[in-house]
C-alpha cells in the first residue's frame, strides 16, 4: 500500500512492507507490517523503516550512498554504505525487505530510483560531503607529491611562516576590509583555507556565511581557531576536502584564496582555484585575487653564476679516495644549473626593463595552466653578460571600491615567495641597445609543478646587424619542483666597465602602481610591455 504526504519541498512516500530484516546473524524478522519512508531532513533524502509501536532499530538509510537489490520477486536488500577505504566501499548496515505482492515490489524499486536519480541531485550532497567519483586532482597528480603537499600545509609551523609574511597576510586584510561591499550579505567560498585566516578576514568584512574548504589536516587546526572567535564562527563551515571534490549547498558570490606559488604557478593550486570557481561561484561572482602577472627581466650576476658553478667542483677531484669523480662532473654541473634560484635580489642586477605575462583568473581555463608559452624580447639598456631570466609575480584584487596589488617584485618589501632566477650555464654579451629575445616555456606535471624550458638569444649588433641573424643563443632546462633556496644576503652591486649609474635599472621603475587606476585599465596588461593574457 502506498501513501502520499506533502512535505516542504518534496511529496514523501510510504509504503508497508510485509517484513524488514537486519542483515546480521541474530537479527530476527519484525512481526508487525513496517512502514518505509522516502522523505527530505534539512538538505538530506533518507528512507527511514518504523513500525507503529516499535522502530526498526531505528534504522535510516541516507539515499546518497544507497544500494537496493532484487534477492526475489518478493523480497529484497538495502543497503547503506559506511566508509571508505583507499579501493573498496565498506557498507556498515543492511535490510532484507519482504513486499506483500510483486506490485508492491516494483512500486517500490521504482520510487527508490526515482528518488536516487531525481531528488538526490536536487537536494545535492550536504556541506562537506566527498562526492565518490574520481576527481580531476586524483587523475593529474602523483599520489605521492599529494600526499607530501598536505602533509606539509598540515602543519602549524607552515602556516605560522606564511601567516608571518606580513605583506602578504596584510594585503589580503586590507583587500577584503577596504571591499567590504563585496562581502556584506554575500556567501564566500575559500578555497584551501589552511589556518582559516581568510575565511575570518571575510567573515568581519560581513559576509553572510563563509565555506571554508582545506584538504589537509590543517582543516582541524582552522575549525578550533575559528571556534575561538565566537562572534564569527556562527557564519563559517569548515569543510575538509578537495574543492575537487566536495559538494556545497550553495553557490558563492565571491571566492577568496591563495593559490600562488613560486614564480606563481608553482604547486598547481591555481587549477583548483580556477576549477572552484567553474563549480561554485555564480555568474559575474567575484574572485579575490582576480588577476595574475608574471614578470620577466634579463639579468646579470657574476656572483651568482660563479657560486653555482662552483659546487660542481668537488666532482673534479682525480683521487677521492683512490677513485677518479670527473666522469661525472658534466652531469652534476648540468644538475646544479636545473635548480631555479630562489632569493631576493637587488633589481640594479636587471639588464632591461621588465616584461609580463597576464592571467586572468576570472576567465582562465584549466587547462590552458597546463602549459605556458611566453615570448621574450627586451632592449639591453646595459652591455654586461647575460646570465639567465629574473622572474616575479603580482595579483590584483579587484575590488568594487578599492584594488589592491601584491607584488614580490625585487627591490619592493620581501615576502615569503621571494624572486626566482633561472641560470644559464653558458651566459650570453650583450651591449646597450642590442635586442634579446627568446622563449620561456612551462609544462606542468604530475609532482605539482612545472618543468620549465628556456632560451635567450642575442642578435648581432653593429655594421651589417640587419643582414646578420642570431649569434649567441643559450638554453636551459629546470625543475621548478626542485628550486635552490639561497637565502643569504644579496652579494654586493658591482658596476661593469662600460655601465654607467644612469643606465642602471632602478627599483622604483618595476614597482606596480596600480591602486589609482581606473577599472578598465585594471585587467589589461599596464604597459605595451606586458604580453597578452592567458
Same mark, same amino acid.
Given at each position: 500500500?502506498?501513501?502520499?504526504?506533502?512535505?516542504?519541498?518534496?511529496?514523501?512516500?510510504?509504503?508497508?512492507?510485509?517484513?524488514?530484516?537486519?542483515?546480521?546473524?541474530?537479527?530476527?524478522?519484525?512481526?508487525?507490517?513496517?512502514?518505509?519512508?522516502?522523505?527530505?531532513?534539512?538538505?538530506?533524502?533518507?528512507?527511514?523503516?518504523?513500525?507503529?509501536?516499535?522502530?526498526?532499530?531505528?534504522?535510516?538509510?541516507?539515499?546518497?550512498?544507497?544500494?537496493?537489490?532484487?534477492?526475489?520477486?518478493?523480497?529484497?536488500?538495502?543497503?547503506?554504505?559506511?566508509?571508505?577505504?583507499?579501493?573498496?566501499?565498506?557498507?556498515?548496515?543492511?535490510?532484507?525487505?519482504?513486499?506483500?505482492?510483486?506490485?508492491?515490489?516494483?512500486?517500490?524499486?521504482?520510487?527508490?530510483?526515482?528518488?536516487?536519480?531525481?531528488?538526490?541531485?536536487?537536494?545535492?550532497?550536504?556541506?562537506?560531503?566527498?562526492?565518490?567519483?574520481?576527481?580531476?586532482?586524483?587523475?593529474?597528480?602523483?599520489?605521492?607529491?599529494?600526499?607530501?603537499?598536505?602533509?606539509?600545509?598540515?602543519?602549524?609551523?607552515?602556516?605560522?611562516?606564511?601567516?608571518?609574511?606580513?605583506?602578504?597576510?596584510?594585503?589580503?586584510?586590507?583587500?577584503?576590509?577596504?571591499?567590504?561591499?563585496?562581502?556584506?550579505?554575500?556567501?564566500?567560498?575559500?578555497?584551501?583555507?589552511?589556518?582559516?585566516?581568510?575565511?575570518?578576514?571575510?567573515?568581519?568584512?560581513?559576509?553572510?556565511?563563509?565555506?571554508?574548504?582545506?584538504?589537509?589536516?590543517?582543516?582541524?587546526?582552522?575549525?578550533?581557531?575559528?571556534?575561538?572567535?565566537?562572534?564569527?564562527?556562527?557564519?563559517?563551515?569548515?569543510?575538509?576536502?578537495?574543492?575537487?571534490?566536495?559538494?556545497?549547498?550553495?553557490?558563492?558570490?565571491?571566492?577568496?584564496?591563495?593559490?600562488?606559488?613560486?614564480?606563481?604557478?608553482?604547486?598547481?593550486?591555481?587549477?583548483?582555484?580556477?576549477?572552484?570557481?567553474?563549480?561554485?561561484?555564480?555568474?559575474?561572482?567575484?574572485?579575490?585575487?582576480?588577476?595574475?602577472?608574471?614578470?620577466?627581466?634579463?639579468?646579470?650576476?657574476?656572483?651568482?653564476?660563479?657560486?653555482?658553478?662552483?659546487?660542481?667542483?668537488?666532482?673534479?677531484?682525480?683521487?677521492?679516495?683512490?677513485?677518479?669523480?670527473?666522469?661525472?662532473?658534466?652531469?652534476?654541473?648540468?644538475?646544479?644549473?636545473?635548480?631555479?634560484?630562489?632569493?631576493?635580489?637587488?633589481?640594479?642586477?636587471?639588464?632591461?626593463?621588465?616584461?609580463?605575462?597576464?592571467?586572468?583568473?576570472?576567465?582562465?581555463?584549466?587547462?590552458?595552466?597546463?602549459?605556458?608559452?611566453?615570448?621574450?624580447?627586451?632592449?639591453?639598456?646595459?652591455?654586461?653578460?647575460?646570465?639567465?631570466?629574473?622572474?616575479?609575480?603580482?595579483?590584483?584584487?579587484?575590488?568594487?571600491?578599492?584594488?589592491?596589488?601584491?607584488?614580490?617584485?625585487?627591490?619592493?618589501?620581501?615576502?615569503?615567495?621571494?624572486?626566482?632566477?633561472?641560470?644559464?650555464?653558458?651566459?650570453?654579451?650583450?651591449?646597450?641597445?642590442?635586442?634579446?629575445?627568446?622563449?620561456?616555456?612551462?609544462?606542468?606535471?604530475?609532482?605539482?609543478?612545472?618543468?620549465?624550458?628556456?632560451?635567450?638569444?642575442?642578435?648581432?649588433?653593429?655594421?651589417?646587424?640587419?643582414?646578420?641573424?642570431?649569434?649567441?643563443?643559450?638554453?636551459?632546462?629546470?625543475?621548478?619542483?626542485?628550486?635552490?633556496?639561497?637565502?643569504?644576503?644579496?652579494?654586493?652591486?658591482?658596476?661593469?666597465?662600460?655601465? $654607467?649609474?644612469?643606465?642602471?635599472?632602478?627599483?622604483?621603475?618595476?614597482?606596480?602602481?596600480?591602486?589609482?587606476?581606473?577599472?578598465?585599465?585594471?585587467?589589461?596588461?599596464?604597459? $605595451?610591455?606586458?604580453?597578452?593574457?592567458?
Amino acid at each position: 500500500m502506498m501513501e502520499a504526504a506533502v512535505g516542504q519541498k518534496h511529496k514523501h512516500l510510504e509504503f508497508v512492507l510485509a517484513s524488514v530484516c537486519e542483515l546480521s546473524a541474530s537479527a530476527v524478522p519484525s512481526s508487525v507490517p513496517v512502514v518505509a519512508r522516502f522523505c527530505v531532513d534539512g538538505e538530506v533524502a533518507e528512507l527511514r523503516f518504523h513500525a507503529e509501536s516499535e522502530s526498526v532499530d531505528g534504522f535510516n538509510v541516507d539515499l546518497r550512498t544507497a544500494q537496493l537489490f532484487k534477492l526475489g520477486p518478493l523480497q529484497s536488500v538495502c543497503i547503506s554504505e559506511g566508509s571508505n577505504t583507499n579501493k573498496e566501499k565498506s557498507y556498515s548496515r543492511g535490510v532484507t525487505i519482504q513486499f506483500g505482492n510483486v506490485e508492491e515490489s516494483k512500486d517500490f524499486h521504482s520510487a527508490f530510483e526515482q528518488w536516487k536519480n531525481e531528488v538526490v541531485q536536487e537536494t545535492g550532497l550536504p556541506n562537506g560531503e566527498i562526492s565518490a567519483t574520481r576527481s580531476k586532482f586524483d587523475d593529474k597528480i602523483e599520489p605521492s607529491s599529494a600526499k607530501m603537499y598536505f602533509h606539509y600545509y598540515g602543519q602549524l609551523l607552515h602556516q605560522q611562516n606564511m601567516l608571518q609574511d606580513y605583506v602578504r597576510t596584510g594585503t589580503y586584510y586590507a583587500a577584503v576590509i577596504e571591499n567590504r561591499a563585496d562581502f556584506t550579505g554575500r556567501v564566500v567560498v575559500d578555497v584551501g583555507a589552511g589556518s582559516g585566516i581568510l575565511s575570518l578576514f571575510a567573515a568581519q568584512a560581513g559576509a553572510k556565511h563563509v565555506y571554508a574548504v582545506e584538504a589537509s589536516e590543517m582543516a582541524e587546526y582552522a575549525r578550533k581557531l575559528i571556534a575561538g572567535n565566537p562572534a564569527l564562527a556562527q557564519r563559517i563551515t569548515v569543510i575538509k576536502g578537495k574543492v575537487e571534490e566536495v559538494e556545497l549547498p550553495e553557490k558563492a558570490d565571491i571566492l577568496i584564496s591563495e593559490p600562488m606559488g613560486t614564480l606563481l604557478v608553482n604547486e598547481r593550486m591555481l587549477e583548483s582555484y580556477v576549477i572552484a570557481r567553474d563549480r561554485f561561484l555564480v555568474p559575474n561572482g567575484k574572485m579575490f585575487p582576480t588577476v595574475g602577472r608574471i614578470h620577466m627581466a634579463p639579468f646579470s650576476d657574476e656572483y651568482l653564476f660563479v657560486e653555482i658553478a662552483n659546487k660542481a667542483l668537488f666532482w673534479q677531484q682525480q683521487n677521492y679516495y683512490g677513485v677518479d669523480l670527473t666522469p661525472l662532473y658534466g652531469s652534476a654541473f648540468q644538475g646544479y644549473f636545473s635548480q631555479p634560484v630562489v632569493d631576493a635580489f637587488d633589481p640594479r642586477f636587471l639588464v632591461s626593463p621588465p616584461i609580463c605575462h597576464v592571467l586572468n583568473f576570472t576567465e582562465i581555463k584549466e587547462e590552458n595552466l597546463y602549459e605556458i608559452d611566453i615570448p621574450l624580447k627586451f632592449i639591453a639598456s646595459v652591455g654586461t653578460r647575460v646570465h639567465g631570466l629574473a622572474c616575479w609575480f603580482d595579483v590584483l584584487f579587484n575590488g568594487s571600491t578599492v584594488q589592491r596589488w601584491l607584488t614580490t617584485a625585487p627591490g619592493a618589501p620581501t615576502t615569503h615567495w621571494y624572486q626566482i632566477r633561472c641560470l644559464l650555464s653558458q651566459p650570453i654579451y650583450v651591449m646597450a641597445g642590442q635586442e634579446i629575445t627568446g622563449r620561456l616555456h612551462m609544462i606542468a606535471h604530475n609532482a605539482q609543478s612545472y618543468t620549465i624550458y628556456l632560451t635567450l638569444s642575442a642578435k648581432m649588433w653593429g655594421p651589417g646587424a640587419e643582414q646578420g641573424g642570431i649569434i649567441q643563443t643559450s638554453s636551459c632546462k629546470l625543475d621548478l619542483k626542485e628550486p635552490y633556496y639561497r637565502m643569504s644576503q644579496p652579494q654586493p652591486y658591482m658596476l661593469a666597465q662600460d655601465q $654607467q649609474p644612469h643606465q642602471l635599472i632602478q627599483a622604483q621603475d618595476i614597482q606596480i602602481q596600480g591602486d589609482d587606476l581606473e577599472e578598465p585599465e585594471l585587467l589589461q596588461p599596464p604597459s $605595451q610591455s606586458c604580453g597578452p593574457r592567458t
